[in-house]
T-cell receptor, first 110, second 115 residues
Framework: GENVEQHPSTLSVQEGDSAVIKCTYS??????FPWYKQELGKRPQLIID?????GEKKDQRIAVTLNKTAKHFSLHITETQPEDSAVYFC?????????FGTGTRLQVFP | ETGVTQSPTHLIKTRGQQVTLRCSSQ?????VSWYQQALGQGPQFIFQ???????GRGNFPPRFSGLQFPNYSSELNVNALELDDSALYLC??????????????FGEGSRLTVL
């Protein structure tokens, strides 16, 4: 089955710094690549997504880049704020479902 | 527009019992997916329903079963509960047509503890 890995598993940054999380997947048929944010005790929420015919997408402080050849996509957060602290999941779409990665815990210190 | 709602929010069961979790999808969404999220892990796909039919299933045993109703609400049933079934069960709906799912809108989940 699809193998999805995220790195790093934890990430601590100072407020205002940038954060990058990388997601590697195995199935070349995946064609939709979202990132979800999950705060403690809350539901996962979509923060940005990209489709396989696009290389990069930005939404204010958040961006996602996709390298289909190398089978990885990355989440970029600039000017981090304490409220960005959460667990982030990549979830490439495979056949009929999203396959979630193991998550990256981001801590932003004031 | 109401979001995805799940019930109950918390419940405790003992090994061998059966449980039913319920989900109301977001208005206008006809596809419902269920995920299991163990503590410290990412959500794992259980199955998906579209127009009352299961149209996708993850690596879960048959004691995990589901239903979707004409109003697109859904149930997840788990028989013969095991300790490892303790997890947050997330329901997600989407406006997909049974094929490409796209963005999932998650409910707050039902936290099941099996003793």
């Amino acid at each position: 089955g699809e193998n999805v890995e995220q790195h790093p598993s934890t990430l601590s940054v100072q407020e205002g710094d940038s954060a990058v999380i990388k997601c590697t997947y195995s199935d070349s048929a995946s064609n939709y690549f979202p990132w979800y944010k999950q705060e403690l005790g809350k539901r996962p929420q979509l923060i940005i997504d990209i489709r396989s015919n696009v290389g990069e997408k930005k939404d204010q402080r958040i961006a996602v880049t996709l390298n289909k050849t190398a089978k990885h996509f990355s989440l970029h957060i600039t000017e981090t704020q304490p409220e960005d602290s959460a667990v982030y999941f990549c979830a490439p779409y495979n056949t009929d479902k999203l396959i979630f990665g193991t998550g990256t815990r981001l801590q932003v210190f004031p | 527009e109401t979001g995805v709602t799940q019930s109950p929010t918390h419940l405790i069961k003992t090994r061998g019992q059966q449980v039913t979790l319920r989900c109301s999808s977001q208005s206008g969404h006809n596809t419902v997916s269920w995920y299991q999220q163990a503590l410290g892990q990412g959500p794992q796909f259980i199955f998906q329903y579209y127009r009352e039919e299961e149209n996708g299933r993850g690596n879960f045993p048959p004691r995990f079963s589901g239903l979707q109703f004409p109003n697109y609400s859904s149930e997840l049933n788990v028989n013969a509960l095991e300790l490892d079934d303790s997890a947050l069960y997330l329901c997600a709906s989407s406006p997909g047509s049974g094929g490409f799912v796209g963005e999932l809108f998650f409910g707050e989940g039902s936290r099941l503890t099996v003793l």
